[in-house]
């Protein structure tokens, strides 16, 4: 005789199976980054601000090395309000500058002509919120450096975390109510 397997144990299973692949894809965002010198970025950022097929990415390819091309002294990590590094600053020797998203292996915005206009000191920590949104820490809270607005200082919660929190309520209400019907039928 088959044993019939209850359809809430059966939707437990899956939600636990898609909280769990949500989790991993959500946690793989937000990895740390390696070393600014890391020779993945950096072939990445030549690669993408210079082009494939310039002297630049030759002299990388032969050498093995991006000391030629990036000034890492001038280069530095950029923040998210919720202060965890989200993109690398990499200043360019003589001139010229690229944002990397190190999480996505892209450049979100490069100059190899000229240096950026407001991320310009390697001692400040500075945060970046998209395009044109340059930012620094005050008192106040963030202060655009482009146009000089500010930005409430207050906790900045990430509309994934949201989506997160109300996948996770979601589930454990399932749940909650799968548990509630085998009891009541029992």
Not at 31 to 36: A, G, K, Q
Not at 83 to 100: L, R
Request: charged share 25%.
């Amino acid at each position: 005789m088959r044993k019939k397997i209850p359809l809430w144990f059966c939707l437990a299973i899956i939600v636990s199976i898609v909280i769990s692949l949500f989790v991993i894809y959500w946690n793989r965002n937000l990895r740390n980054p390696e070393d600014i010198t890391s020779v993945e970025y950096c072939e990445d950022v030549i690669r993408q601000s210079y082009g494939p097929d310039t002297e630049q990415a030759e002299l990388f390819y032969l050498k093995g090395s991006a000391e030629d091309i990036i000034d890492f002294e001038n280069s530095f990590y950029l923040y998210s309000f919720d202060e965890k590094p989200i993109a690398i600053f990499y200043q360019f020797k003589p001139i010229g500058y690229a944002i990397y998203d190190f999480r996505k292996g892209y450049v979100k915005e490069c100059n190899p002509e000229i240096n950026h206009p407001f991320y310009t000191d390697p001692e400040k920590r500075y945060y970046h919120d998209g395009d044109c949104g340059y930012y620094e820490k005050t008192e106040e809270g963030f202060r655009n450096l482009a146009v000089g607005t500010l930005k409430s200082a207050g906790k900045s919660i990430s509309l994934r975390f949201k989506i997160l929190k109300i996948f996770v309520i979601v589930a454990v209400l399932i749940m909650v109510i799968l548990v509630l019907r085998k009891k009541r039928s029992a």
